[in-house]
């Protein structure tokens, strides 16, 4: 039970308005499980079937409490208040250097993730990062990058295209990495 | 001079991506879902340029980081209430339950 409730708990938040709800969210959908794992049918992976039964339960709630619009909810909405390039602060924008690295990347420390997350602040600021995105993009990650659940498999659970979900995860990751960078930046002189 | 060199080498080759047309199509690189040509001409700046290849890294990497994070512990409570509803509900749905529709 422990392996799934946090990413649980993390999908259910981002259609529900409160942790509250959120948990019950994800008692309905453990309770579920009981009662339709007769139902469940090896055709697709387990965990898929539980995220889909949770974005499910979370949705129909999302919509009961009033607070929250569903229309806003919806990945075609693809948070449009966004700018079409969250690049675009890491490149030069005219001249000759045009398109080219400002600063560029450096080789991060040739430490294992593992060892980065043992820092609780960079673990919280990791997790902050995620609790930031917008929704749409908070559930791509979070299935795909978190839960290793197959980009087909995610786009059947939360019920979006391709390119909708490979653009949700392209800002997530981009924006997490920029959060991690602090962390890891190597000898940067 | 070594960034010069790069600049004028990318431009010789007609429609190689720009560093920063890189960071745009990183996930779709790493998702394979480049056309043929893309792909080849994403590699080729790749080879070129050091920069671009350690985004590439800090990209996997990000995503490694991500797919370690420890689960969040279930709240007590929430487990609590859930062991508790799984009591009543196994008391409310018996094993014998299922057999017994054959009789």
Redesign the interface.
Known sequence: ???????L??LAMSYVPSRAVA?EV??ET??GV??GI?RFESRSSFKTWLFRILTNRAKTRGIRESRYEPSGLSASSMDADEGP?L??S??VAEG??????KD?????EPDT??R??LSKEC?AA??HAIDRLPATQRQV?TLR??E?VS?EEVCNILEIS?TNQ?VL??RA??K??RE??PY?QGEKT | MDTNLKQKLMSYMAGNFSCREIAQLVTDYLEGSLSLCDRIRFQIHLGLCFACRNYLRQMKYTIATLGQLPPDPVPPHVKEELLKRFRTWKQSHPPSSVKSEAD
């Open positions: 039970m422990d392996w799934y409730s946090g990413s708990l993390r948990e994800v008692q453990w309770m009981f009662e007769h390039s690049e675009d890491l490149f000759s250097g045009m398109g080219h690295w560029p990347p450096h080789a991060w993730p593992e980065v997350l673990r990791i997790e990650m990058d978190i290793g980009s391709e490979r995860l392209h990751r981009t997490v990495r991690l960078a890891v």
